[in-house]
């Protein structure tokens, strides 16, 4: 008999998408353009070209993935809402675009499956100028949260205004990886804070018109140990984590930026206005936490680096314990960043809102048995039991990802799907991963 990790009974399972990386139809309904359509379509930006217009075909196929969530065992889905698909550029609600997640909703309600709606996956609206680097974008943003709130916030009980806003502002403006492909530290830092504002403007503006939902947001908080004992190489690895975890988190709880920080935005640190943390630290009904790996600093080389005060040793490629994106597996990295975090902050309940692997293997005999990524959930999953048996507070775990995906730098080319998804024909098709969660989600111990 297989043994699983025990859950109290109350704990919640569910599976993860985002709207740009399954739903395609990118031009019907009155859809807009994204900074990601803009992104892909510039050359040499996405690995294998590919971009995301048609995707997954969920905008079409969403009855289908509904029925396999619920075949599967999933009874939470989380999910984002495109800010393009579902008001014009003047912030007026398109009704073509909500009547897709309204039927979206009523499907997940007739199979019993809860959704957790996340409002920003980092597809923002093409039209609006300057993107996170001009303060008005946080202030569409909470326009657009209240269209969302007053035409689907009765089918809606969960709710995420941000997904990982350290990606939309590093990645996007300092790494320049990710859409708009900007490079430079201080308008990064500019882009962190105004994101952090819209969050604070998001909720107030939900919470004027619904107080029936519960209100978070999701991070990607970082655990970064240091290369070696040596000084330089310590005081690399704290920049990495201020800059991932304290950069977001301190606005939550009214708490300024560290003093490094702050030197590192420099003359755009006029752009902060007195009273912006406050409204940053609107009250929190959930927290979600997205882990993956962890990261390993040194100290900076490059004048880049030095900017940013660190810079990180990438993992041997010839290490078995790295799954295909090249991440490293290290499962006790789930309980080490959390603690850090409790330690620090006052977190509210917790759910685990992303964690899963890049695991490549293909279909081979209509069955796709995914070893690597069936191992990394089984270990992560058993420190999670750990964690919540110890008396921390996390309440549900969703899986990255329900579908193979466009995975946007990486394109087509990396596979976090529990299900593969052919591309060229749409077939779904269960791998070893999901048959496995679908056993736990259906043990006793569960």
């Known amino acids: 008999m297989t043994e699983f990790p025990h859950f109290p009974p109350s704990f919640e399972w569910g599976c993860a998408t985002a709207a740009f990386q399954i739903e395609g139809g990118a031009t019907e309904g009155g859809k807009l353009s994204s900074i990601w359509d803009d992104f892909c379509a510039q050359p040499g930006r996405i690995k294998d070209g590919s971009d995301g217009l048609i995707a997954c075909d969920h905008f079409h196929r969403f009855h289908e993935d509904v029925a396999l969530m619920a075949d599967l065992g999933f009874r939470h889905y989380r999910f984002s809402i495109a800010w393009t698909r579902v008001v014009d550029e003047q912030g007026r609600a398109n009704q073509a675009g909500l009547d897709f997640y309204r039927r979206l909703l009523t499907a997940l309600h007739e199979r019993g499956i809860t959704p957790n709606a996340t409002l920003f996956h980092w597809d923002l609206p093409s039209h609006l100028q300057g993107g996170w680097l001009h303060r008005d974008t946080a202030h569409r943003f909470a326009d657009y949260a209240l269209v969302v709130a007053r035409e689907l916030g009765d089918l809606l009980p969960r709710v995420a205004t941000l997904n990982e806003p350290w990606c939309s502002a590093f990645l996007g403006h300092d790494i320049g990886v990710f859409a708009p492909g900007v490079q430079d530290r201080p308008s990064s830092l500019l882009a962190a804070h105004h994101l952090m504002l819209a969050h604070g403007l998001g909720l107030q503006a939900w919470r004027s018109v619904r107080r029936d939902t519960q209100l978070g947001i999701v991070l990607n908080p970082e655990l970064c140990d240091a290369a070696s004992d040596a000084q330089q190489d310590v005081a690399a690895a704290r920049m990495a984590e201020l800059e991932r975890n304290d950069v977001f988190l301190n606005p939550l709880f009214n708490r300024e930026w560290p003093a490094e920080i702050l030197q590192q935005i420099g003359p755009l640190a006029e752009q902060r206005r007195p009273g912006d943390i406050a409204i940053c630290a609107q009250p929190l009904d959930f927290i ?159």
């Open 288 to 446: 979600g936490l997205n882990y993956y790996t962890r990261s390993i600093a040194q100290a900076p080389v490059s004048a880049e680096e030095q900017r940013r005060g660190y810079r990180f040793v990438p993992p041997d490629p010839q290490r078995p314990d790295l799954t295909d994106i090249g991440w490293e597996i290290y499962p006790q990295g789930l309980d080490r960043v959390t603690r850090n975090l409790l330690a620090k902050w006052p977190l509210p309940p917790i759910w685990i809102t992303e964690n899963g692997a890049a695991d490549n293997t293909p279909v081979t005999d209509g069955t796709c048995d995914d070893q690597m990524r069936l191992g990394y959930l089984q270990s992560h999953l058993a420190q999670l039991a750990q964690m919540v048996a110890g008396g921390i507070d996390i309440r549900g775990y969703y899986v990255w990802s329900l579908l193979d995906n466009f995975e946007w730098a990486q394109g087509y080319t990396q596979r976090f799907g529990v299900v593969h998804v052919d591309y060229a024909t749409q077939q779904r098709t269960p791998k070893s991963s999901a048959r496995w969660l679908q056993q736990l989600m259906s043990s006793p111990q569960a």
